[in-house]
């Protein structure tokens, strides 16, 4: 979950959803939900990642040297045209998407 590789992925997911995902939160995360797990998000699931986006946008708000830090794992470049503090909250909500064990294991 926090190997170099796994949190670089999570980084360029969560760029994605930032840069295509839609124009909201919610659409963001539904769309990325879609994206992993290859089926519709559930509103409740949504709720649930939004309320975290949330809290971790402020938390990287608060603290710019740790978005920097997580931002900054992994070899691929940072686009710095982006809100690094949003950046960094979406790539920790598209680390929580493939680590869901939806998207991990086949049953």
């Known amino acids: 979950m926090n190997e170099i590789t796994y949190v670089e992925a999570s980084r360029k997911l969560g760029e994605r959803m930032l840069t295509q995902g839609g124009q909201t939160d919610a659409e963001r995360i539904a769309n990325g939900l879609q994206w992993v797990l290859a089926r519709p998000a559930k509103p409740a699931e949504v709720a649930v990642l939004v309320a975290g986006l949330t809290a971790d946008r402020k938390l990287f708000e608060q603290r710019p040297d740790d978005?920097?830090?997580f931002?900054?794992?992994g070899a691929s470049p940072v686009p710095l045209n982006l809100n690094q503090a949003e950046l960094a909250a979406y790539a920790?909500?598209?680390n929580?998407?493939?680590n869901l064990d939806e998207a991990v294991t086949r049953e």
Do not use: G, I, N, R
């Open 67 to 69: 978005a920097k830090q």
């Open 71 to 73: 931002l900054t794992v």
């Open 92 to 94: 920790l909500t598209a």
């Open 96 to 98: 929580v998407l493939l």
